[in-house]
């Protein structure tokens, strides 16, 4: 059951549109800020092709699939906890992002990376929702949304900028400062707009079974190209999905029968 907040005071909103909006911010800033340092980290490491496409492909991948899962977690458990969550792993794989010393380690921290930035995500409009009067509500979502196409946009820019200055670590490093001020904030400003359900529960499986699907459709799409669309490898990696996503399922059919063709 959704608590309204207009008696916290007008000044309540704000506070939530500010730290929201940092969040819609960062999200897809991190996600187009390193497409401008691949090459300055692929020659600093020493990796190759095929491990240089999943630093950016490990965020999006763990971000995309958890969106909704997580945000039907914090419609159970409340968005509050699960936003501060959200930015606590994001800033603490930033970290570990900057400090990785091998390929595979800056993959791996990049899809924790993107984990956080899903329990952000999901969590920041119906946040907004939550605190704004109707009346309001529509230029709260609209500022909320533009702080996600900026930070796309400035993303590569701002990526260029610390990567001629201060070298490609300081893409990730430069997330700490502002997740510790907004882990600051919402921890003390922020109030739960939702009250904890007894009746219902989380369906893991249901949960697992959408991510595995989603995993394999959308790895599928990146490296058909690479492997054949009718190959092996990609027609098993479309049969999860195949049973969630009608578009899967009809790409699979293609493929085999291209294969028995």
Same mark, same amino acid.
Request: glycine share 10%; charged share 10%.
């Given at each position: 059951m959704a608590v309204r907040m207009a008696e916290t005071g007008s000044g309540y909103k704000w506070t939530v549109l500010l730290v929201?909006?940092?969040g819609a911010f960062m999200a897809p800033l991190d996600g187009s800020i390193v497409t401008? %340092? &691949?090459?300055?980290?692929?020659?600093?490491?020493?990796?190759?092709?095929e491990t240089v496409?999943?630093?950016?492909? $490990?965020?999006?991948?763990?971000?995309?699939?958890?969106?909704?899962?997580?945000?039907?977690?914090?419609?159970?458990?409340g968005r509050k906890r699960i936003y501060i969550l959200g930015f606590i792993i994001f800033t603490t794989a930033s970290i570990l992002c900057g400090a990785s010393a091998t390929g595979l380690q800056l993959v791996v921290f990049r899809a924790l990376?993107?984990?956080g930035a899903a329990f952000i995500a999901s969590n920041s409009? %119906? &946040?907004?929702?939550?605190?704004?009067?109707?009346?309001?509500?529509?230029?709260?979502?609209?500022?909320?949304?533009? $702080?996600?196409?900026?930070?796309?946009?400035v993303g590569p820019v701002v990526g260029g900028l610390l990567v001629q200055s201060y070298g490609w670590r300081s893409i990730f490093y430069v997330n700490v400062p502002i997740g510790i001020l907004v882990v600051t904030l919402a921890s003390l400003r922020l109030k739960e707009t939702r009250t904890r359900s007894t009746d219902e529960r989380f369906d893991l499986a249901g949960?697992?079974?959408l991510s595995v699907a989603l995993a394999s459709l959308l790895v599928?799409?990146?490296?058909?190209g690479s492997f054949?669309?009718?190959s092996i490898p990609i027609m098993s990696m479309m049969l999860p999905s195949a049973a969630y996503t009608p578009a899967a399922g009809s790409i699979l059919a293609s493929s085999l029968t291209l294969a028995v063709g």
């Open positions: 929201t909006t940092l401008i %340092a &691949i090459p300055s980290i692929a020659s600093s490491i020493k990796i190759g092709l496409v999943w630093i950016p492909l $490990a965020y999006l991948l763990l971000l995309t699939v958890l969106l909704i899962n997580v945000g039907r977690l914090a419609d159970l458990k990376q993107g984990a409009a %119906a &946040i907004v929702t939550d605190s704004f009067p109707s009346w309001e509500r529509g230029k709260a979502l609209g500022i909320n949304a533009m $702080a996600v196409y900026a930070g796309i946009m949960a697992m079974a599928a799409l990146t490296v058909g054949g669309w009718h």
